[in-house]
């Protein structure tokens, strides 16, 4: 059997004391985690993942209304609300979900593009419209002069401000999306899947993880699993992350040898 060949880590001196001190700190959320080197060779990540804190929603659209991006916080919260993809999501109109005597409808059907083009059995579906959206998108009109029914909801903007005809594209989305994560620094890939993922993966929150919602995104979402479900909306790995942390076999056994060999471990480092 051959030898181990281990990597040449770095020679970093140890302070026991600090690192006992920064592991509790860590484990109760005060600090965050650095970003890990690792010598390991690992699969590609999902590009994209949910939005699981309700201070992180809250905190971004906040950020855009004080901004005065309007158009970019009506985006947000359809986004978030609607669970559509983006190719869908973008071509939306203000007809779609305002009647023409300019009350806001209760629902709308729309057919998906990816669903058009795969499935053999053509459905609308249908999007019912919640008190979150109705306000973004007042507030967006509040600020919006000559806006017709007719009109893309997202529409791209020239550098001097004027309104073009056509709406966002699918990488201008994308920019904004990253530059609000970037900007609000959120400790989260993000892309426009994490608009839909974040409808999902809240839709699950609130049930309870039920598994009746569980089987309607997945058939909302076109899976061919509920475990497919569950992982493209970060369920399944969060929940692997909370099964080890919360393992701890054996941990009471260290606790005296933890405490008693911080003295003789003081000042250890490398040779």
Do not use: W
């Amino acid at each position: 059997m051959g030898v181990i060949q281990f990597p040449d880590l770095k020679k970093t001196e140890i302070n026991f004391e600090t690192l006992k001190k920064n592991s509790r700190k860590l484990n109760a959320g005060v600090i965050a985690p650095p970003k890990e080197e690792t010598h390991c060779e690992l699969a590609p990540e999902h590009a994209a993942e949910p939005i699981k804190s309700m201070d992180d929603i809250n905190r971004i659209s906040k950020f855009l209304i004080n901004s005065e991006r309007y158009r970019d916080n009506m985006l947000f919260i359809v986004g978030i609300n609607f669970g559509l993809r983006v190719s869908d999501l973008r071509l939306l109109r203000f007809s779609n979900l305002i009647n023409e005597n300019l009350t806001f409808k209760d629902s709308f059907a729309i057919f998906e593009k990816k669903t058009r083009n795969t499935r053999k059995r053509k459905k609308n579906r249908y999007i019912t419209i919640n008190h979150a959206v109705v306000e973004a998108v007042t507030l967006y009109l509040e600020h919006t002069p000559g806006v017709c029914l007719s009109d893309y909801m997202f529409v791209s903007q020239s550098n001097h401000g004027i309104s073009a005809d056509g709406p966002l594209t699918n990488q201008s989305i994308d920019r904004i999306l990253k530059g609000v994560a970037r900007d609000l620094d959120l400790n989260i890939k993000v892309s426009t899947h994490t608009l839909r993922k974040t409808f999902c993966y809240h839709q699950m929150v609130m049930s309870h993880n039920d598994s009746r919602k569980l089987l309607l995104l997945q058939k909302m979402l076109g899976h061919s699993s509920p475990a497919q479900t569950l992982d493209y909306i970060g369920i399944t790995e969060e929940e692997i992350d909370e099964a080890y942390k919360n393992l701890n076999l054996g941990s009471e056994n260290y606790n005296y040898l933890v405490d008693s060999t911080i003295g003789e471990m003081e000042g250890v480092g490398c040779g």
